[in-house]
């Protein structure tokens, strides 16, 4: 497969796909899906661009957020990889390709709905690392609901914890080690814009982080440090086939 660099054709750089139908439970996994996510293993190219760099990055196992730790790695930067327990063997895989990149990966499984952990999560990246100057807050919980009446509270206020008060949390518990230079990048989505009827738990969060970085960008302007968000559409990743979509909406 050719790299980010290589001079091609965008529309066909790409295999279409036709999964086979599959569901997995909750947080579900990249070893087990079909096909495979393309996370940069065989495409991304580094140039250097991040040496001597050391990041924090939630929800680094699989998707989206393994893409990024990846990226990184191959940018020059040591990276810290926040997952839940059960996706130990997604997070291995990632820290093995991170380490053959000739960077140091810190494996620091937890749970972000717990609040002592988040901040627990921030000292351990610093000391596994040496220090911390880039953070990415990228963790997300999605699970499609057919109608507002169907959401119990559990999930309600379980989606929130993970999706905003644990940015928060960590966070602010970074800032003290984060010096002059230093990036914060978060992950919002598309919903936050265009939510769908089946995901206003998801996408209400998703709008919250939208306003909690455009405020904390002006806040931390003058200290040197910038805050961006990311707000991808739709990707290939577990979070899709683990009740992130209806199932009739999976192709």
Not at 92 to 111: C, K, S, Y
Request: net charge negative; hydrophobic share 40%; charged share 20%.
């Amino acid at each position: 497969m050719s790299d980010q660099l290589t001079f091609t054709n965008p529309v066909t750089r790409f295999p279409e796909i036709t999964p086979p139908k599959q569901d997995q439970p909750e947080p579900g996994l990249d070893a087990e899906l079909i096909p495979g996510t393309d996370r940069g293993e065989e495409s991304y190219r580094g140039t250097g661009r991040l040496e001597g760099r050391r990041a924090l990055i939630t929800g680094a196992d699989s998707g989206i957020g393994a893409a990024v730790a990846i990226a990184f790695a191959r940018e020059g930067s040591d990276v810290a990889l926040n997952y839940l327990p059960q996706e130990e063997r997604d997070a291995q895989h990632i820290a093995g390709v991170i380490r053959e990149a000739g960077r140091t990966a810190v494996l620091l499984p937890g749970d972000l709905t717990d609040a002592d952990f988040c901040r627990r999560l921030v000292e351990d990246a610093v000391e596994g690392l040496g220090g911390l100057d880039a953070l990415v807050n990228n963790a997300g919980r999605q699970i499609a609901v057919e109608s507002l009446e169907e959401i119990d509270d559990q999930q309600w206020e379980d989606t929130y914890a993970v999706n905003i008060h644990a940015m928060f949390r960590i966070t602010q518990a970074a800032l003290k080690h984060l010096p002059a230079g230093s990036t914060i990048v978060n992950s919002t989505s598309i919903q936050a814009y265009q939510p769908s009827p089946t995901l206003v738990d998801y996408a209400s969060t998703k709008a919250a982080i939208n306003n909690f970085t455009k405020g904390l960008a002006q806040q931390l302007a003058p200290r040197g440090i910038r805050v961006n968000a990311v707000a991808p559409g739709p990707i290939w990743t577990p979070l899709q086939v683990s009740d992130g979509q209806p199932k009739e909406a999976l192709p």
